[in-house]
């Protein structure tokens, strides 16, 4: 006995659909010989994640490929299938009702097909979509899944045809995400093998609908079972036929048996029935024409001519008034459709998209820490994967209306795990020292171990004991001080600050480098200030940028000296006279080997290499060249913070050339960013908490402990022992503050101006 396979089918109705599910779902079994030799049978699920617009977009794709796919007899299955999926992408990206997809995300439209011809099976899936076949109890996916390739798409690709066999007892699951995501593989295997199809697609649909988040998005379910059925074909043997009239088959009769008397006597009956039908038409029309004859009669009117002008007096008015009736009409009409039908559909379809994505979001959040568990310690990237949806289906409720004070928690534990999965440690700032209202323009870290700040509103440099929190003036506008060959300078206005060897460098508005240095094993601020003899720094203009040193004698504690000179275009460099009498103008050189615009330069550093900051990024220069590929990574972070990191202060933690950690700060982000002073990979990043003002004008920075509590800028020869973790210290809005750069909850802020315990280990800071 012939088998043949037969497909059981389960699939929900269109009235059990959710009513925000977009999803499509076409059957097509042929019952024309030639068709289902050549094409077989049909089997096509379109889901799409967008709500109820998606409907008429997933419809078009469906229907589009059950035509092309029938209608193309050029090739083979595989490649009319994806002809026809390229045919259905196409004209959805032509069609008004595609969904609108941002440059560079996945369409959101999937779609999962399979063909039956035989005991071929052929399976395709495009986008979000999932296909399974379960055989002898085991789940298989066929083929992979490629969610990044959903419609509409300007490249789809082409398409991935599973080619194979189905035998009886096979299931063939074509399914929406959204139903596997919530329900689970799991229990839909259990399902389809222990209930018919259609039974198993009502209780995986009831399970999708349960729960405490409730049922929303795709529900797109179809499940393919082959069975076998019996081909079997059966012949009835010819019985012979008797005639009942003798006379049937003579001469002018009829060969069938008794059709000549069952004519007559219909022949008899239309002839009486049409006699019947004459005989009423005439009693009917002389009863109506008697009717009209007996009504009374009005004499003719006699008729008038209307001029012509009048008439067409009268047509102009009756159409002026036509058209002003139905202008009236069509303005009534759509200010209501406005103001009640449209804005009610879209305040219903805003409101509903923003329950679905914060809904969305919560289950994202759950996955992470639900039920006590920690994803991002035990899979990191798994769970930032879930974060980062988490946080667009914030954005995406609150775009819609979601109130901002609901979504607060939820973005707040949203941005925690971000910032943990990309090294954003909020740090504790703490006020050291208060400067009230004077704008402090420098700070570096002396080579006593003390804070140098340069305070431009009265024109001084303070040494701050960050121990103490005492500051005493090191020097002054209109300061005398020793200068070269036993006269007197004057100190003038001071501008900017560095460090060389064991002294703190200060240029004043004159051009005039003064060094302060601190009395030896003393640290009660106690020092000499005296001019450093540098002949041609007239040549400099008044617009020098930034300045560094770089020790080459320890011992003696020489430096070269550089200087930016954005009227030369150029990095000035001195080497220290033999004596250590000064900066002779024979030994200067320019620096850079190409001229360039400094005009934007904002720091220096200098640790054998040369590093500028100019217009927001770090260059490292050597030999007077740009250092081709190396550069400070870009921050990962860019769903939270879109901007590009801009730089403005760079300081180190070790002086050694390629050694220790960068801190550079970026004042688009409040931030500042660590990184290899090798390679320029990011380490680390450091942020205030939101709820207080710093890090949005720091004007300078220094940096104690990490490798070494050497000055930041790189060019003490002092070290001590360090701390266990750095602390970063910076100026800003009229402070002197501090903070470990170490993980906080504390966020409380101290209030400027007073005297208050500010670091571990250091006490109270005073005015």
Same mark, same amino acid.
Request: with cysteine; proline share 6%.
């Given at each position: ?11 929900? +109705? ?53 035509? #092309? ?21 196409? +004209? ?25 011809? &035989? ?36 490249? @789809? ?15 063939? =699951? ?13 229990? @839909? ?9 259609? +039974? ?23 499940? =393919? ?17 008797? *005639? ?20 007559? %006597?219909?022949? +008899?009956?239309?002839? %009486? ?9 005439? =009693? ?14 009005? *004499? ?34 759509? &200010? ?37 568990? #920690? ?41 925690? &795990? ?99 240095? *601190?009395?030896?094993?003393? !640290? ?27 020790? @080459? ?9 550089? =200087? ?63 250092? !081709? ?10 769903? @939270? ?18 050694? &220790? ?78 903070? *470990? ?27």
């Amino acid at each position: 006995m012939a088998v043949r396979l037969q497909m059981n089918l389960g699939f929900l +109705a269109e009235a059990q659909r959710l009513p925000d599910s977009a999803d499509t779902v076409i059957v097509v079994e042929p019952n024309i010989g030639s068709t289902s030799r050549t094409k077989g049978s049909l089997f096509l699920l379109v889901t799409g994640a967008g709500g109820r617009k998606l409907r008429e977009a997933t419809k078009l794709v469906a229907e589009r490929i059950r035509d #092309d796919y029938y209608y193309d007899l050029s090739a083979g299955i595989s490649v009319c299938l994806r002809k026809a999926v390229w045919a259905a992408n196409k +004209a959805l990206l032509h069609s008004p009702d595609r969904p609108l997809v941002d440059h560079g995300e996945k369409g959101p439209i999937g779609l999962a097909l399979a063909v039956v011809r &035989g005991n071929e099976l052929y399976v395709a899936t495009v986008g979000p979509a999932e296909a399974y076949l379960v055989r002898q109890a085991r789940l298989l996916t066929l083929p992979d899944s490629t969610p990044d390739s959903g419609m509409p798409a300007e490249d @789809i690709g082409e398409p991935e045809i599973w080619h194979g066999e189905i035998t009886a007892g096979d299931c063939l =699951i074509l399914m929406s995400p959204n139903v596997t995501k919530r329900v689970g593989l799991g229990p @839909i295997q259990d399902a389809v093998l222990q209930l018919h199809p259609q +039974a198993a697609v009502e209780q995986i649909h009831r399970q999708f609908g349960s729960g405490s988040l409730g049922s929303t998005g795709g529900d797109g379910l179809l499940f =393919i079972e082959a069975t076998e059925v019996a081909s079997t074909h059966k012949a009835s043997p010819l019985k012979p036929v008797w *005639p009942g009239d003798s006379m049937s088959g003579a001469p002018n009769h009829s060969p069938i048996p008794l059709a000549d008397t069952v004519a007559g %006597g219909v022949t +008899a009956v239309q002839t %009486g029935a049409r006699q019947a039908q004459l005989a009423a038409d005439g =009693i009917m029309r002389r009863g109506v024409y008697g009717l009209f004859d007996r009504m009374p009669q009005r *004499p003719m009117s006699r008729g008038r001519i209307t001029p012509m002008t009048v008439r067409r007096e009268r047509q102009q008015r009756a159409a002026f008034g036509i058209i002003g009736l139905l202008a009236v009409i069509a303005i009534v009409g759509t &200010g209501t459709y406005l103001v009640s039908g449209s804005n009610r559909g879209d305040s219903v379809d805003r409101q509903q998209q923003a329950q679905q994505a914060f809904a969305k979001a919560k289950t994202d959040i759950d996955l992470v820490y639900g039920n006590g568990r #920690d994803l991002m310690a035990a899979d990191p990237t798994t769970a930032a994967g879930y974060l980062t949806d988490a946080y667009k289906q914030l954005a995406k409720a609150e775009a819609n209306g979601y109130p901002a004070a609901s979504l607060a928690d939820a973005r707040a534990q949203t941005v925690a &795990g971000l910032d943990l999965y990309y090294h954003v440690t909020i740090i504790a700032p703490q006020v050291v020292l208060s400067f009230g209202n004077d704008d402090l323009e420098g700070a570096v870290l002396g080579p006593d171990g003390a804070a140098y700040i340069l305070d431009t509103t009265v024109s001084k440099v303070y040494r701050v004991d960050l121990q103490t929190g005492a500051k005493i003036a090191v020097a002054a506008a209109n300061q005398l001080a020793p200068a070269a060959g036993g006269q007197t300078g004057v100190v003038t206005n001071p501008r900017l600050l560095t460090t060389g060897g064991g002294e703190v460098l200060i240029l004043d508005s004159s051009n005039s480098l003064w060094a302060w240095h *601190p009395a030896a094993g003393n !640290r009660t601020g106690r020092g000499i200030l005296k001019k450093v003899y540098i002949p041609d720094d007239e040549t400099w203009g008044l617009g020098a940028r930034a300045m560094g040193t770089f020790i @080459i004698n320890a011992q003696i504690g020489q430096y070269n000296f550089y =200087i930016v000179v954005p009227s030369q275009s150029q990095v000035v460099k001195y080497p220290p006279a033999p004596d250590g009498s000064g900066y002779p103008s024979a030994g200067r050189a320019n620096y850079l080997s190409v001229a360039q615009d400094l005009t934007h330069v904002t720091d220096m550093y200098v640790d054998g290499k040369v590093y500028l900051v100019d217009k927001g990024k770090i260059t490292q220069y050597q030999l007077g060249q740009a250092v !081709r590929g190396w550069t400070v990574d870009a921050p990962k972070d860019t769903l @939270i913070r879109p901007k590009a990191p801009f730089y403005t202060r760079l300081v180190a933690d070790n002086p050694a050339q390629d050694q &220790g950690t960068f801190y550079g700060y970026d004042n688009t982000n409040r931030r500042v960013i660590a990184f290899k002073k090798l390679d320029g990979s990011i380490v680390g990043q450091y942020m205030v908490p939101a709820s207080v003002p710093w890090f949005s004008a720091l004007t300078s920075m220094f940096v104690t402990g990490g490798s070494t509590t050497t000055a930041a800028s790189g060019t003490s020869v002092a070290t001590t022992t360090a701390p266990v973790n750095p602390v970063l210290y910076w100026t800003e809005s009229g402070n002197l503050m501090g903070a *470990p750069l170490i993980p906080t909850t504390n966020n409380t802020q101290s209030p400027s101006g007073g005297a208050t315990p500010v670091l571990s280990g250091s006490p109270k800071a005073t005015r």
